[in-house]
């Protein structure tokens, strides 16, 4: 099936999400990581995730920092939302232990502990998640450009990051080899997965499988699965320039996102808005 590919979306939409994405973290990316031959054997073998080996402990003053600025990002862009942005600022008194570990229980993807959190507090969980994701992203490369020189990634062959276990919010076609690669919604590193096969439920039954091409752009493409209804955003470089960033290029593409959820497409990755849908 074609789609349109000249959907335009709202400045104020790309520019939100480009200031969401344009924090980073100052904490020395040269921090010295180093796996033993156990954990590598459990990477390699039992597929467990890097960050089960990682003291995944940020600094305090860097996360208070960063959530900071995520919400100062919101309230200039979403105004609209300011009540529940203040509300979430009074709850996380940044001097106590609130904000780290909250932030902790969400990268390990601790579903139950986060909406407990929101219930008792009385606070909005969505805008929660995305203050959440978008504060643990920077944090998290940090510890993700440390790691990636230990093991190798093209054997991982999981539909989850083998740093953080995130899914992937796009998947890119290598000019190079045609592999393709998924790319993590969390910590931004690449890895290699099956080109036939749903990223989502990692379902490979061919005839549940489908496509939408865009109309006069051959390089995009929304891979969907009728088994899990859920999708993934394809770029491929052999018909595009090179991507460069990732992150970039999903924002680039949220015009994607939304002709696949208009569709009844689920992105049960969390992407740069921070929930999952
Ligand atoms: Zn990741
Ligand atoms: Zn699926």
């Keep these: 099936m074609k789609i349109p590919g000249k959907v335009m979306i709202p400045k104020e939409i790309i520019d939100f999400y480009k200031a969401l994405n344009s924090t980073s973290s100052q904490t020395e990316s040269s921090m010295d990581i180093c796996l033993t031959g156990e954990q590598k054997e459990l990477y390699n073998d039992q597929k467990v995730p890097l960050l089960n080996f ?30 529940e942005i203040e509300k979430i600022r009074a709850e996380l008194d940044v ?15 601790n579903e139950t502990y986060i909406e407990d959190y929101v219930i008792e507090r009385e606070i909005n969980g969505e805008i929660l998640s995305l203050v959440l994701f978008n504060v643990a992203k920077p944090l998290l490369k940090v510890y993700a450009d440390a790691i990636k020189s230990q093991v190798p990634y093209d ?31 969390l910590c931004d590193t690449a890895w290699s997965f099956k080109t036939m ?12 499988l489908k496509y ?13 699965c009728e088994k899990c209804r859920g999708y993934i955003k394809t770029v ?42």
Excluded at 212 to 224: G, K, L, M, Q
Excluded at 239 to 251: G, I, N, Q, R, T
């Design 155 to 185: 054997q991982w062959a999981q539909n989850t990051c083998p740093v953080c276990g995130w899914k992937a919010s796009i998947a890119v076609i290598s000019k190079q080899d045609k592999q393709r690669l998924l790319h993590c919604s």
């Design 212 to 224: 939408f091409s865009v109309e006069d752009d051959e390089a995009y493409r929304i891979n969907v």
């Design 236 to 277: 491929d470089e052999s018909k595009a320039a090179l991507v460069k960033s990732a992150v970039e290029e999903d924002v680039r593409t949220i015009y994607l996102d939304i002709i696949a959820q208009q569709e009844g497409y689920l992105k049960t990755a969390i992407s740069s808005d921070g929930h999952s849908n």
């Design 95 to 109: 001097e106590n232990r609130d904000l780290r570990l909250l932030l902790e229980q969400f990268v390990w993807q």
């Design 54 to 83: 990682i003291d995944f402990m940020p600094d305090r003053d860097e996360i208070n920092r960063i959530f900071g600025e995520i919400c100062q990002i919101i309230l200039t862009h979403r105004p609209q939302v300011s009540v």
């Design 197 to 208: 096969a749903c990223t989502q439920c990692s379902n490979e039954d061919h005839s549940t």
